[in-house]
């Protein structure tokens, strides 16, 4: 069995500041680690995946994650926030391989101020 | 290249009524994943399919069914619709076989159940 426990349904971050989005994973095994963005009326995308080669995971726009196995956690930052960011965030977990399926957290909504 | 498109954008039935979404898959992709997101709530894994077979299944009733065509496109089948039912479902498709388990996803149609 595996799952996700995203620590915060909600953020408020001011623009220009860093972003810490959190989230725990729990898995049998080792685990495919993703973070998705979910903007209003617009599909999921994916903003990184961790596969075990590194640890640090780079993404797009900014954000990266870091794979913390003794913490099981994979938590998503970016150094500067911009108003584009706002968006819900879904952390989620796969078992290794390929058109595995996905078990999503509960998501964080990301609220950037002016 | 046209990303993974589903229709309708709109859909709202009435209880006990059938509907039928449908998706079509990224090009190059064989796989399709079916997933359901009640409003404030992740995604939830309903099944995927593979060379026309459903090859993974969610904890969903057999009210939920589907069916994947020689193109690659699917259908998701909802029977006796319930008022839970109302919320967003999304498509996702992949390449099975390339180990890397990118999953895209399309917009997703919101259906509602009066």
């Known amino acids: 069995a595996q799952s996700v426990t995203q620590l915060d349904s909600h953020v408020s971050v001011s623009e220009g500041t860093p972003v810490l989005l959190r989230c725990n994973y729990s898995?049998?095994?080792?685990?495919?680690l993703f973070w998705y963005v979910q903007h209003p009326n617009k599909g999921l995308q994916l903003l990184l995946k961790?596969?075990?080669?590194?640890?640090l995971v780079k993404g797009i726009n900014g954000f990266e994650a870091e794979f913390k196995k003794s913490e099981t956690s994979f938590h998503l930052t970016k150094p500067s926030a911009h108003m584009s960011d706002a968006a819900e965030y879904f952390c989620?977990?796969?078992?290794?391989?390929?058109?595995?399926?996905?078990?999503f957290g509960s998501g964080t909504q990301l609220t950037v101020l002016p | 290249d046209a990303g993974v498109t589903q229709s309708p954008t709109h859909l709202i039935k009435t209880r006990g009524q059938q509907v039928t979404l449908r998706c079509s898959p990224k090009s190059g992709h064989d796989t399709v994943s079916w997933y359901q997101q009640a409003l404030g709530q992740g995604p939830q894994f309903i099944f995927q399919y593979y060379e026309e077979e459903e090859r993974q299944r969610g904890n969903f009733p057999d009210r939920f069914s589907g069916h994947q065509f020689p193109n690659y496109s699917s259908e998701l089948n909802v029977n006796a619709l319930l008022l839970g039912d109302s919320a967003l479902y999304l498509c996702?498709?992949?390449?099975?076989?390339?180990?890397?388990?990118?999953?895209?996803f399309g917009a997703g149609t919101r259906l509602s159940v009066l």
């Open positions: 961790y596969t075990s080669a590194a640890t």
């Open positions: 898995s049998s095994y080792s685990p495919s």
């Open positions: 989620v977990v796969s078992e290794p391989g390929s058109a595995r399926q996905l078990t």
């Open positions: 996702a498709s992949t390449r099975t076989g390339d180990g890397k388990n990118i999953q895209y």
